[in-house]
């Protein structure tokens, strides 16, 4: 028998009642550990990976065989800001005209709750097609170090394809394809003295500059253009430097947010940006040092793949309205998922819309409810070819 409506609604309820605002994901997994605690019979494994105390991410198993399917999503929530802007309080799940609202109702407590709800219906009907991994992951909102921690410890190996439930437009887009991210931040060190007397000092702002204006050009000869994402883009977005109008500025920084297409690993980009650094730091006086904060890598896709197919396919029966393979200009777990050994396609669409990271953020009950069917109906038809 299938979990009726009422009970599904009551577990998407409670993921959106735990405050998991970039912390506080071990209550998340806690719950999801008790929604499949009854079904160890049925040889379903449990693994808790913690990254920081309170911080946990959740691995569960079900199902045997060689071929494995993932399914995947993140127990974070970015904050609700502004609670009093909000209809109804964040983190109780409110239902009006046919919207479920709360913090995390489109991303993507909704999207997590479905994967669970279908494998539940899965154990409950014996009906486990074959093995199928569910990865919950932390801080998927400021960084995806879940997910990079769960494919270095293995997890993510031997994936034969990985759906993840982020918002997808109300599951009319697919996700197959995404854009890299680089953050950098280049810090110059210089020497303070009195501005009457600058030949005493180093001034910290004129070495960044010249990074500044060096770095503009070097970007710009990233120029392949990948057809579905475009050109890697950058921009220089953050400028700090100098604390007095009468003192050589002792200390500048800058910081820049580069996004990039599958044509350009990331090491390509970061060998050109430290040895811009190196080269600069050649001249007299530069002392210049560069950082990365949580690189992606862009994920390359096909959407021609036999995943993307079949999802489309099972699509058209459960959903009235058409799905679109889309690329996507921002990152998620599936950038670091995808170093997991083997070769598998990623697929990205879940019942959230594009209330994400909004005040009143909210998802289509109905559309919930369809997306268990479509994540089942997925696994059924995956493990029959
Ligand atoms: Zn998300």
């Not at 058209?316 to 990152?331: L, M, N, R, T, Y």
Request: aromatic share 8%; glycine share 10%; charged share 25%.
């Amino acid at each position: 028998m299938n979990m009726d409506k009422d009970k599904q609604i009551a577990i998407l309820s409670k993921l959106i009642s735990i405050k998991s605002v970039n912390d506080n994901e071990a209550e998340v997994a806690d719950y999801i550990e008790s929604l499949f605690k009854p079904y160890e019979d049925q040889g379903v494994q449990i693994d808790r990976v913690q990254y920081a105390p309170g911080r946990d991410n959740l691995v569960v198993t079900i199902g045997s065989g060689d071929k494995m399917l993932g399914f995947s999503g993140h127990e974070d929530v970015v904050s609700e800001g502004d609670a009093s802007q909000w209809s109804s309080d964040p983190f109780k799940a409110t239902i009006k005209d046919g919207k479920l609202y709360g913090r995390g109702a489109a991303d993507m407590k909704s999207g997590l709750a479905a994967l669970i709800i279908a494998m539940i219906d899965m154990l409950d009907n014996h009906n486990v097609p074959g093995k199928i991994r569910l990865l919950c992951t932390v801080g998927e909102e400021t960084g995806e170090y879940g997910a990079a921690q769960l494919t270095k410890e293995g997890y993510a190996d031997g994936l034969a394809g990985l759906i993840i439930a982020e918002p997808g437009n109300s599951m009319t887009e697919i996700g197959y394809t995404s854009k890299g991210v680089i953050d950098y931040i280049v810090t110059s060190i210089g020497k303070q003295a009195h501005s009457s007397q600058p030949q005493n000092g180093i001034n910290a702002i004129d070495h960044l500059v010249d990074f500044a204006t060096q770095v503009k050009p070097l970007m710009a000869k990233f120029d392949k253009v990948n057809p579905i994402l475009g050109k890697l883009t950058h921009v220089q977005s953050v400028f700090q430097g100098g604390s007095q109008i009468n003192s050589v500025p002792a200390k500048a920084i800058i910081k820049g947010n580069i996004r990039t297409i599958p044509e350009y690993p990331n090491q390509v980009v970061f060998d050109a940006l430290n040895k811009l650094v190196a080269d600069l730091n050649q001249k007299p006086g530069y002392d210049l040092s560069i950082r990365y904060s949580f690189p992606e890598e862009a994920m390359p896709g096909d959407k021609d793949a036999p995943l993307i197919k079949l999802m489309e396919k099972v699509h058209d029966e459960i959903f009235d309205g058409p799905v679109k393979a889309i690329g996507q200009s921002g990152a998620s777990d599936g950038s670091e998922f995808l170093h997991g050994k083997g070769d598998f396609a990623i697929a990205e669409i879940g019942p959230g819309n594009n209330t994400q990271h909004q005040t009143d953020e909210n998802v289509e009950v109905d559309v919930f409810h369809k997306s268990v069917e479509f994540y089942k109906q997925v696994a059924q038809e995956f493990f029959a070819d």
